[in-house]
C-alpha cells in the first residue's frame, strides 16, 4: 500500500489566481493541486488536496489524519497567525506537518511573522511560490523513506 499524503490549504486559498496575483502568482488551486498530486506520485505515494475556510472544518481532517495518513503539507493561511487549535490539533494527531507559504511571510506586515504551526512543524517552505508544495512532498519522499 502506497503511503499517504494529505495537502491541506486554509482560508483563501479557493481565490490563488484571483486574489492578489501579484503576492500569490496566477496559478489557481487546482493547479497547485495537480502539481501536488503529480509529484506525490512521482514518489510513489497517494496524495489527498483539501481546503476549507472554516477552521473546525480543518481540524477534524488533521484529527482524522491521526493514523491514516503518513504525512500533512499545509498552507494554512491567515490561521498560521491565529490559530493555537490547529496547533493543538497537529499535537494531536501525531502526524509529521511541513508548513508552506506561497509569499515570504517575513517580508510582510509584522503580524505575519509569528506562526502557531511552526511550533510543531516538521519543517517550513516560504516565500518560493508556489513551487514550495513541490518542495514539501520532495522533502517527504527523504523523510518517509528514512
Known amino acids: 500500500m502506497a503511503q499517504r499524503l494529505l495537502i491541506l490549504n486554509g482560508p483563501n486559498l479557493n481565490m490563488l489566481g484571483l486574489r492578489e496575483p501579484g503576492i500569490y502568482g496566477s ?29 473546525g472544518q480543518m ?4 484529527h482524522a489524519a491521526r493514523g491514516t495518513i503518513d504525512g500533512i503539507v499545509i498552507n494554512p493561511g491567515a490561521w498560521t497567525h491565529t490559530s493555537v487549535a490547529i496547533h493543538d490539533a497537529f499535537a494531536a494527531a501525531e502526524v509529521p506537518v511541513l508548513e508552506v507559504h506561497i509569499s515570504n511571510v517575513h517580508k ?30 520532495d522533502h517527504f519522499a527523504l523523510l518517509l523513506k528514512q
Open 59 to 62: 481540524i477534524d481532517w488533521i
Open 108 to 137: 510582510r506586515e509584522a503580524f505575519r511573522h509569528h506562526s502557531y504551526v511552526s511550533l510543531i512543524a516538521v519543517g517550513v517552505i516560504a516565500g518560493l511560490g508556489t513551487h514550495g508544495y513541490k518542495l514539501a512532498i
Open 27 to 55: 496559478e489557481t488551486l487546482a493547479d497547485v493541486e495537480a502539481m501536488c498530486v503529480a509529484t506525490a506520485k512521482a514518489h510513489g505515494f497517494d496524495a489527498e488536496c483539501k481546503q476549507t475556510n472554516h477552521e
